[in-house]
């Protein structure tokens, strides 16, 4: 059978995944970002090492045959997922631009479906959300930071960290480190500084920014690129 590559996630019964009961948006503490469960993905890269290595030991050389099909999703969307999916508690977190989808890992069955504001910013692809407490975070093609309920998807706040009509845009999956949510930012042209910036994960706040790019003018300027980390 054949299916669009576009407009699915698949997904096979790899990972210890709680029971149907215990699927509630528990959320992530610092100490989980550390050291994460084997049967989960908190975090893009899985845990800070980035070598996205899963220590789980069901899949071997001699069973990867049986492998089959368990579910798909269809997003009914023309965007490719490039995103790294979330996994926390049972549910599955992934991203196109402008949009998120939150998914039982065991059926496949969406819980919700959160849709940005219709925007100019360029929809060149998204790396997927970051989770903290119980709260997600994404970044949009026009570069807002927007923070929801990872319960129900709904909107806690919204803030700008760059401005599109400058040409910035932003794809990447936010960091969590601490109680900070950092962001990098994306633009093509050579006018325009990147920057990482520290956001607090309750209210959005900036708690402080690191210039790649020093201001023009500065003495001995060196260059700096931009800053998109996932």
Do not use: C
């Not at 089959?68 to 490719?80: E, I």
């Not at 500065?218 to 998109?228: D, S």
């Amino acid at each position: 059978m054949n299916f669009p590559k576009f407009a699915f996630l698949l997904a096979v019964s790899v990972i210890a995944i709680p029971p149907p009961g215990l699927m509630l948006a528990q959320g992530v503490d610092a100490q989980m970002l550390l050291h994460p469960p084997v049967n989960s993905w908190p975090g893009y890269h899985g845990d800070y090492s980035g070598r996205r290595h899963s220590s789980l030991t069901q899949i071997t050389p001699q069973n990867v045959k049986n492998l089959a099909l368990a579910w798909a999703f269809q997003t009914d969307q023309p965007a490719a997922i490039k995103s790294s999916p979330l996994l926390v508690d049972g549910i599955l977190y992934f991203t196109v631009p402008d949009k998120i989808w939150a998914v039982d890992a065991r059926s496949g069955h969406q819980l919700w479906h959160y849709t940005h504001t219709p925007n100019n910013g360029n929809h060149i692809g998204q790396r997927g959300v970051a989770m903290y407490k119980e709260y997600l975070f994404f970044l949009s093609p026009d570069a807002h930071l927007v923070s929801l309920n990872a319960k129900d998807g709904t909107l806690r706040w919204e803030v700008t960290v760059a401005d599109s009509a400058k040409g910035y845009w932003t794809t990447m999956a936010p960091l969590i480190v601490g109680n900070r949510v950092l962001v990098g930012v994306s633009g093509d042209f050579d006018n325009l500084s990147g920057y990482l910036r520290s956001l607090d994960p309750e209210n959005g706040a900036t708690q402080w920014q690191w210039n790649s790019t020093p201001p023009a003018g500065t003495p001995k300027q060196t260059t700096g690129g931009m800053t998109w980390m996932t």
